[in-house]
Antibody
């Protein structure tokens, strides 16, 4: 069974840094792309970043580009999100998500999600 | 980046109603469109992928259609457990984007 456990959230002051982790189990981690998606309190879903299976392709939303860095450790089955220069608007519940694809391999989707870890940026 | 716009932002409906939610992309995304359902305090749940393919285990009252820029999620007969917020998501570009969500409430 696929299991994703998000951790590392907390209260942090504006301008400071935080690193989120996602522990993956129940599947061959290094076969799959992974993503971070966030949700501000009472707001909608926002895709944050994605990383290919071998870290060869990485993308970011414009809202976090230059401040956040996604990475993975395939030996340990962990996904990370290093968040620097945090702002109040980064306050959100952060989910990691596994990218699956349909049988053709062309169509990706997020079937498996972590439980989320809450990041609060406030002085 | 591709912008996704859902309408309406919210709707009120009764059990048994037919409900339609629309999602429009700012450029053509072929059928690289997914739909998710989210209930309060829970992670999103995949309903539809590739615009019209029903995820395993999802009731057949849910269906998706569309291609290019215009897409629709239809619930043929709304059940009590369907009251939730629904999101579309494009996967045409590697920078993925979600719609702003449609909240389905009890009338």
């Amino acid at each position: 069974e696929v299991h994703l456990v998000d951790s590392g959230g907390g209260l942090v002051q504006p301008g400071r840094s935080l690193r989120l982790s996602c522990a993956a189990s129940g599947f061959t981690f290094d076969d799959y792309a992974m993503h971070w998606v966030r949700q501000a309190p009472g707001k909608g879903l926002e895709w944050v970043s994605g990383i290919s299976w071998n870290s060869g392709n990485i993308d970011y939303a414009d809202s976090v580009k230059g401040r956040f860095t996604i990475s993975r450790d395939n030996a340990k089955n962990f996904l990370y999100l290093q968040m620097n220069s945090l702002r109040a608007e980064d306050t959100a519940l952060y989910y990691c998500a596994k990218e699956d694809r349909d049988s053709s391999g062309f169509y990706p989707y997020f079937q498996h999600w972590g439980q989320g870890t809450l990041v609060t940026v406030s002085s | 980046d591709i912008q996704m716009t859902q309408s309406p932002s919210s709707l009120s409906a009764s059990v048994g109603d037919r409900v339609t939610i629309t999602c429009r992309a700012s450029q053509s995304i072929s059928t690289y469109l997914n739909w998710y359902q989210q209930k309060p305090g829970k992670a999103p749940k995949l309903l539809i992928y590739a615009a019209s393919s029903l995820q395993s285990g999802v009731p057949s009252r849910f269906s998706g259609s569309g291609s290019g820029t215009d897409f629709t999620l239809t619930i043929s007969s709304l059940q009590s457990e369907d009251f939730a917020t629904y999101y579309c998501q494009q996967n045409y570009r590697t920078v993925r984007t979600f719609g702003q969500g449609t909240k389905v409430e009890i009338k």
